[in-house]
């Protein structure tokens, strides 16, 4: 099947500095890139759909300034936690699309905030 | 809106027991329905899927059906293995297809014991 690289699996950052995720689809274009939260124990939440070349969208309660997303190819969407809290903590998981395919997920970062 | 109630785990089995985990859903319209697995450190994998109402997804001995009388979309697998182990989600695709966001359950985590 196709192939969803979410980089980095692992970042721990200091309060206050911003964080980068990267998702990158390797073998297909994805029109459409999907970023999920997972807390503990719990389910995934859908956080915003980012599409190539616009802005995405956000779903209720997320903060489009905390959360910054950005779709500027194909094959790669970015995820930033600017001025990250411990409460950012949690695992992100992006998942890529394209107008006919299943759903491919990447592998997910763990998000530390210390 | 959409939802998705799946049974609260852990759920540990011995090795060549029955598995049943249990998910019904909410929806409008006639929704495409999914189990996912996520292994120890690793993304969300597709395991099976049906997209219309009495379908049956089936994959690596496990299946479901899509039962629309009962809005349920039951997994079983007749003989679990240890490598089984890990976390299923079931989800819907409101619009019926893979390209579009994906409705979580919360997760049922498996442990398969020797």
């Known amino acids: 099947g196709a192939v969803v690289s979410q980089h980095p699996s692992r970042v721990i950052c200091k309060s206050g500095t911003s964080v980068k995720i990267e998702c990158r689809s390797l073998d297909f274009q994805a029109t459409t890139m999907f970023w999920y939260r997972q807390f503990p124990k719990q389910s995934l939440m859908l956080m915003a759909t980012?599409?190539?070349?616009?802005?995405?969208?956000?779903e209720q309660g997320v903060e489009k300034d905390k959360f910054l997303i950005n779709h500027a190819s194909l094959t790669l969407s970015t995820l930033t936690v600017t001025s990250a809290h411990p409460e950012d903590s949690s695992f992100y998981i992006c998942s890529a699309h394209d107008l006919n395919t299943e759903a491919f997920f990447g592998q997910g970062t763990r998000l530390t905030v210390v | 809106g959409d939802s998705v109630t799946q049974m609260e785990g852990p759920v540990t089995l011995s090795e060549e027991a029955f598995l049943t985990i249990n998910c019904t859903y909410t929806a409008t319209g006639y929704p495409s329905l999914f189990w996912y697995v996520q292994y120890p450190g690793e993304g969300l994998q597709l395991l099976l899927k049906a997209t219309k109402a009495d379908d049956k997804g089936s994959n690596k001995g496990f299946e479901a059906t899509y039962r629309k009388e009962t809005t349920s979309f039951h997994l079983e697998k007749g003989s679990v293995q240890v490598s089984d182990s890990a976390v299923y989600f079931c989800?819907?695709?409101?619009?019926?297809?893979?390209?579009?966001?994906?409705?979580f359950g919360t997760g049922t985590q498996l442990k398969v014991e020797l």
């Open positions: 989800a819907l695709s409101s619009r019926g297809g893979g390209g579009n966001k994906l409705t």
């Open positions: 980012s599409n190539e070349g616009s802005k995405a969208t956000y």
